[in-house]
């Protein structure tokens, strides 16, 4: 047996036994003490070594990008500073750095995002109730009950013990769903929050980096992409797949790195012919071309099974998007003409988000041609406000300085647009919270809807309908309302009568036939796709059940 430095297994005095315990204790506590005070002077005890980074936060930067903002408003977003650099006062991050580093990166996230006041003072104080132990009265006190809710929502659930991580995860995601319903904008400075963390995750051990990325992957990065975030999808999507999957992260971008210089003499050969075309018919545009990302890469891989080992980039062009900017819609369809007329445009890949606009706000026209050496080239074509809306998601309409709308039309759709994108995200969640039976079941069935990808179908009235891909002709039913589904008696698709499991495609016209006599049966939930689906047969089924053990009962 190996001896303990201060506890002595002997067969001496009962005192001496006391009294060696003793010291053990007093040791033990001797060494937590200076555990704590080393985080305080030289950093967190993750990396004890490792010296604060910055002594002082110089906040002038971030106040000067509070540009617009009334003095008042100013001394208020000043005022949350200081009361969380009070109280984080102390505590460090994982880097070394003081605690206060991260609220104020997360506010200089929801400044860029044009959220308003009471977002950015949130993003301040958002860790203050949950690490520090301020309560809601507090903070009602010195910043009203706005501020108040919101941090509350984005507060995490630490006085209650559950069971699992799982079960803890689960509860945090409901709270946080509560939370957005009131007000959408606590999801979004808790995407800035997540971002953030992303960006430094770097310094948190390998285990801890795989959970974090892996929930960033299921959750926050699809909330992002419904809300039209793509510049914050992407980089939420990249930082997890470099965390999640380091090594198949590492050989994708060794292979993008070899492919650096003829990936650009291609985007500089096809936007300079494109370019000199426009010019050429007077359209006022810019072509330009992107190297997508490692997950972007990855992710195509996957859906042509092809295995990233094996992945050479022969085709060099598969590595690059290319976006036309332009002046008005008009312009967009022109250029489209224009487009066909210098390469082959390959059948069947043309799509119109202007006539047909996704439910995150994004417009533009998609098209994949092929050049006169079997090169596949991938355009995106939009105007410069549906750039900015493709970029930004809802946030750009948070803007208080719009630049000049094209046409009433398009000032209609924005205010649509506006109003609907957190509605149509938060809707179908808000009823899943209503029928799952648990947070669990609640979190399991979000990611799936989280997760789907969507396509256009038609009702019978000609309206479109936008619904998860590979949902059945079921899941349209209910989609159309729980009672639509319930009672579907057929349906008919282009005009077709249909089984029930029919996969749904692009541009299918549906007709749903009901019956008030029909209701949902167990073979169903093989059926439905859809989270929206499943829990409402589920939900019937279950009623049926109680009512049926009631009965017999009685």
């Not at 006041?117 to 520090?132: G, T």
Request: one cysteine or more; hydrophobic letters at 35%; proline letters at 3%.
């Amino acid at each position: 047996m190996v001896k303990d430095k201060y506890i002595h297994y002997t067969n001496s005095s009962d005192d001496e036994n006391k009294h060696s315990i003793n010291m053990a204790h007093s040791v033990s506590f001797i060494s937590k003490v200076l555990a704590k005070t080393a985080m305080h002077f030289f950093g967190p005890t993750y990396h004890p070594e490792l010296p604060r980074k910055k002594q002082n936060i110089d906040i002038n930067p971030f106040l000067n990008s509070l540009q617009g903002f009334a003095n008042e408003d100013i001394n208020l977003i000043k005022k949350a500073f200081y009361f969380a650099d009070r109280v984080h006062l102390g505590q460090y991050r994982q880097s070394g750095e003081p605690y206060i580093t991260h609220p104020l990166a997360v506010a200089e996230i929801c400044t860029s995002w044009k959220l308003g006041k009471f977002a950015i003072c949130a993003a301040l104080l958002h860790d203050v109730m949950e690490d520090q132990g301020i309560t809601k009265n507090e903070l009602i006190a010195d910043f009203g009950i706005h501020i108040a809710e919101l941090v509350e929502g984005l507060t995490k659930l630490t006085h209650i013990e559950f069971n699992s991580k799982e079960d803890e995860r689960a509860a945090n995601f409901e709270r946080l769903l509560s939370s957005t319903v009131k007000d959408h904008k606590v999801l979004l400075v808790k995407i800035a929050d997540r971002l953030h963390n992303m960006r430094t995750l770097g310094y948190m051990l390998p285990s801890k980096q795989k959970v974090i990325a892996k929930e960033t992957q299921e959750i926050y990065a699809p909330f992002a992409r419904l809300l039209g975030l793509h510049e914050a999808y992407n980089e939420l999507q990249d930082l997890s797949f470099l965390y999640y999957s380091p090594w198949r992260y590492k050989i994708i971008e060794r292979a993008l790195e070899s492919q650096i210089i003829l990936a650009n003499n291609f985007i500089d050969e096809i936007c300079h012919s494109i370019n000199d075309n426009l010019t050429r018919n007077n359209i006022f545009g810019e072509c330009k071309g992107h190297i997508k990302t490692p997950h972007i890469i990855y992710s195509k891989l996957k859906k042509r099974k092809q295995h990233y080992r094996n992945a050479r980039f022969r085709d060099i062009q598969d590595l690059l998007s290319f976006e036309i900017i332009v002046g008005n819609k008009l312009d967009c369809y022109t250029v489209i003409g224009i487009l066909h007329s210098m390469f082959k445009p390959k059948p069947g890949k043309f799509k119109d988000y202007i006539a047909l606009p996704k439910s995150n706000g994004y417009s533009g026209l998609h098209t994949t041609l092929i050049d006169n050496s079997g090169r596949i080239i991938n355009i995106q074509i939009r105007t410069r406000r549906m750039h900015k809306i493709a970029q930004s998601g809802v946030t750009a309409f948070f803007e208080e300085e719009i630049e000049d709308y094209e046409n009433t039309q398009t000032q209609a759709m924005d205010n649509y647009i506006y109003d609907n994108i957190p509605h149509y995200l938060l809707n179908s969640l808000q009823e899943l919270r209503s029928k799952a039976s648990n947070f669990k079941e609640l979190l399991y069935y979000s990611k799936i809807d989280l997760s789907s990808d969507e396509i256009v179908v038609f009702d019978e009235n000609g309206s479109p309908v936008l619904i998860p891909r590979h949902s059945t002709a079921l899941d349209f039913a209910y989609h159309i309302s729980y009672t639509t589904g319930s009672t579907t008696q057929y349906i008919e698709i282009n005009g077709v009568r249909s089984k029930l499991n029919q996969m749904l495609r692009n541009g299918d016209l549906i007709r749903v036939k009901t019956n008030p006599n029909t209701k949902p049966k167990p073979e169903w939930l093989k059926i439905v796709k859809t989270s929206r689906a499943k829990i409402a047969i589920q939900h019937f089924l279950n009623i049926s059940a109680n009512s049926s053990n009631l009965n017999s009962s009685g």
